[in-house]
């Protein structure tokens, strides 16, 4: 019987690397424990993201998806963007939208991988594959899970988008696990403007702004809409408060420079037409809340913050043809009240 080659793992670090990941680290693909996501689906915390219950076994376990898998690579390209920068828009989504920047770079690390080995076989995931990015991440050395829910690298801070990769050879040397550095701080708990954290590291869907602003396509409930203020797309609260970003870190990735959309504020956003947002929208991540979706979060935004100067579009959507766009536009009349 032959025995497969192992892999240099300074090879595949310098492939990856050479493929413009910003971070690259190297765990053996053993299976995961499934407690923690089979407490985090019992307990209602995916909302209505039923994708995430399905397929657990392949989730759980990198030799069902790709079998003979040995080596997990996991991959991070990083977002910082500069303190003064201003935006409703969470600062991974402002620019290009990062499942193309890791898909383009896996397929080139591919290629390299292939250059060493022709005959090995991969499994390549971004977000909405079967991979539990954050635990292998974790895994592999690149960080830990902090308690805000996030995988922070203590050089580049939490500021990461991940990805990962299944090869089915074994690599000489692996990396040990990142120890996990929050010690007693909270703050990230304490900061939650709607008190998502059932638990430290653990996020109820239902109670995150991220969650209700860029997966729950009809009405959020109205005692989390006024956390809307300042925001149209994703949350950053739980990791703007962490020190570990708050030290000196160099700017993410050219791709995530903002791009026009994210320099709108709510006003603009809700008085946006399908076409222009379709032409500003297309590209960026934040095209997954789709037009009515970005227009009702602008409206919560408005209300959120009693944006007195946005109360003509707020009057003219209150006869909007959308259901969801004409609740929202009545609930933010309501908060601006007489102002
Ligand atoms: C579902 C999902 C969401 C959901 C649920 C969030 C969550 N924390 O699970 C929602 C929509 C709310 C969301 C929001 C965001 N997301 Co999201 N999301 C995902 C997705 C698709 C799956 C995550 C998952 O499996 N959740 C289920 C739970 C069970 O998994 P887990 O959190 O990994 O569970 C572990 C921890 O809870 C840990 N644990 C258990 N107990 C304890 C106790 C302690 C003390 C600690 C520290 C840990 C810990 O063990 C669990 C498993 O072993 C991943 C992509 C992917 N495929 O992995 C992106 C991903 C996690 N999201 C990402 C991002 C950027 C975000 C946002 C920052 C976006 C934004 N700015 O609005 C927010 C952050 C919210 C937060 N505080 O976590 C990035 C994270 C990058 C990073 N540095 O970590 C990912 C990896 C996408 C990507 N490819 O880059 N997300
Ligand atoms: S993203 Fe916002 S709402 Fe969600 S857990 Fe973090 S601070 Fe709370
Ligand atoms: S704010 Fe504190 S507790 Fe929260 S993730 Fe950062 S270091 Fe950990």
Same mark, same amino acid.
């Given at each position: 019987?032959?025995v497969?080659?192992?892999?240099?793992s300074?090879a595949?670090?310098a492939a990856?690397?050479?493929?413009?990941?910003?971070?690259v680290? @190297?765990a053996p693909a %053993?299976p995961?424990?499934? %407690?923690?996501l089979?407490?985090?689906?019992?307990?209602?915390?995916?909302?209505?993201?039923s994708?995430?219950?399905?397929r657990?076994p392949?989730r759980?376990?990198?030799a069902v998806?790709?079998?003979g898998a040995r080596?997990v690579i996991a @991959?991070?390209i990083a977002?910082?963007?500069?303190?003064a920068?201003r935006?409703?828009?969470a600062?991974?989504a402002?620019?290009r939208?990062y499942h193309y920047?890791?898909?383009?770079?896996?397929?080139a690390l591919?290629?390299r991988?292939?250059?060493l080995?022709?005959?090995l076989?991969t499994y390549?995931?971004? $977000?909405t594959?079967?991979?539990?990015?954050?635990?292998?991440?974790?895994r592999?050395?690149l960080?830990w899970?902090g308690?805000n829910?996030? @995988?922070?690298n203590p050089?580049?801070?939490?500021?990461?988008?991940l990805?990962?990769?299944f090869?089915?050879?074994?690599? $000489?040397?692996?990396d040990a696990?990142h120890q996990?550095r929050?010690?007693?701080?909270?703050?990230?708990?304490?900061?939650?403007?709607?008190d998502?954290? %059932?638990?430290?590291?653990?996020? $109820?869907?239902?109670?995150c702004i991220?969650?209700?602003?860029?997966e729950?396509?009809g009405?959020v409930?109205t005692?989390?809409?006024?956390?809307?203020?300042g925001?149209?797309f994703?949350c950053d609260v739980?990791q703007e408060?962490?020190?570990?970003?708050f030290?000196?870190i160099p700017e993410g990735?050219?791709?995530? %420079?903002p791009?026009?959309?994210?320099?709108?504020?709510?006003?603009?956003?809700?008085?946006l037409?399908p076409?222009?947002?379709d032409?500003?929208?297309?590209?960026?991540?934040l095209?997954?809340a789709r037009? $009515?979706g970005?227009?009702r979060n602008?409206?919560?935004?408005?209300?959120g913050?009693?944006?007195?100067?946005a109360r003509?579009?707020?009057e003219?959507?209150?006869?909007?043809?959308?259901?969801?766009?004409?609740?929202?536009a009545?609930?933010a009349k309501a908060?601006l009240?007489d102002l």
């Amino acid at each position: 019987m032959s025995v497969a080659p192992v892999l240099s793992s300074e090879a595949v670090r310098a492939a990856a690397l050479a493929a413009k990941f910003s971070l690259v680290g @190297l765990a053996p693909a %053993a299976p995961l424990d499934p %407690a923690p996501l089979e407490r985090w689906l019992a307990a209602g915390y995916a909302a209505d993201m039923s994708w995430m219950a399905r397929r657990q076994p392949e989730r759980l376990d990198p030799a069902v998806v790709l079998p003979g898998a040995r080596t997990v690579i996991a @991959l991070a390209i990083a977002y910082h963007r500069p303190a003064a920068e201003r935006a409703a828009v969470a600062r991974y989504a402002r620019g290009r939208d990062y499942h193309y920047a890791h898909r383009d770079r896996m397929r080139a690390l591919r290629k390299r991988l292939l250059a060493l080995d022709p005959t090995l076989e991969t499994y390549a995931s971004v $977000d909405t594959g079967v991979v539990m990015e954050k635990v292998w991440a974790e895994r592999a050395g690149l960080g830990w899970i902090g308690k805000n829910g996030c @995988l922070i690298n203590p050089k580049l801070g939490s500021w990461l988008t991940l990805s990962v990769m299944f090869v089915d050879r074994a690599v $000489d040397a692996y990396d040990a696990p990142h120890q996990r550095r929050c010690g007693d701080c909270a703050l990230c708990l304490d900061a939650c403007p709607t008190d998502a954290f %059932a638990a430290p590291g653990v996020v $109820d869907s239902r109670r995150c702004i991220s969650y209700q602003s860029i997966e729950n396509q009809g009405s959020v409930p109205t005692e989390l809409r006024t956390s809307f203020a300042g925001r149209i797309f994703g949350c950053d609260v739980c990791q703007e408060v962490c020190p570990w970003n708050f030290r000196p870190i160099p700017e993410g990735d050219a791709r995530f %420079a903002p791009r026009p959309l994210s320099a709108l504020s709510p006003a603009e956003v809700a008085a946006l037409g399908p076409d222009e947002f379709d032409r500003l929208a297309s590209g960026m991540a934040l095209a997954r809340a789709r037009y $009515d979706g970005l227009r009702r979060n602008a409206l919560y935004a408005i209300g959120g913050a009693r944006d007195r100067g946005a109360r003509a579009v707020v009057e003219r959507l209150l006869d909007d043809s959308a259901p969801v766009i004409k609740e929202a536009a009545a609930w933010a009349k309501a908060r601006l009240g007489d102002l």
